[in-house]
């Protein structure tokens, strides 16, 4: 059985498979380990191998969307940092921050780092861009600044009262 078809079987309630990379996970300065991160309409969550032996998948950490407060990509100091990383840093609303580091690939030869390494951050903004996408649509009802992000409680703004831009106009 195929990797994807081991993630479809974890989807729950007409759920759909929106993104999934390989990823080493952290909390704090524990490792959780590795396996595969997914974006579903509903969830994300960090899949990986039963055990050695087992190779079924099973689900090792999960947040429901509507538990997500903020996600963010952390790109490292520069573009030529050899030592910088590229981060995935979800914050619950309750708990601990997760970071979720991507494999960049097959080995890197060095004069092939920095197209590697933005290739990375491309990953990386892939998946902010995603999950935020993602948790817009979970807040139904609400209506955010396309400049600040800001969650506003009332629709009929023009302007937004948080950094003061114009709102587009709903369809």
Not at 1 to 20: N, P, Q, T, Y
Not at 85 to 104: C, I, Q
Not at 138 to 159: A, I, P, Q
Request: include cysteine; aromatic fraction near 12%; charged fraction near 25%.
């Amino acid at each position: 059985m195929s990797g994807d078809d081991k993630i479809k079987r974890l989807l729950v309630d007409g759920e759909k498979a929106i993104l999934s990379d390989s990823t080493r996970c952290y909390a704090g300065t524990y490792e959780f380990g590795g396996g595969r991160l997914v974006l579903t309409s509903k969830r994300l969550f960090l899949c990986g191998a039963r055990s050695t032996f087992n190779r079924d998948h099973v689900i090792k950490k999960e947040f429901l969307l509507t538990d997500i407060a903020n996600v963010q990509g952390d790109f490292g100091n520069s573009m030529l940092d050899v030592a910088g990383n590229s981060w995935l840093v979800v914050k619950p609303k309750v708990g601990e921050e997760w970071s979720f580091r991507f494999s960049a690939g097959a080995s890197i030869r060095f004069w092939d780092f920095n197209t590697a390494k933005a290739m990375e951050k491309i990953k990386v903004s892939d998946w902010v861009n995603s999950i935020k996408l993602q948790l817009l649509k979970s807040e139904v009802g609400f209506r955010f600044c396309t400049t600040c992000g800001r969650k506003l409680s009332k629709s009929d703004f023009v302007f937004c009262p948080f950094c003061g831009n114009k709102l587009k106009s709903h369809p």
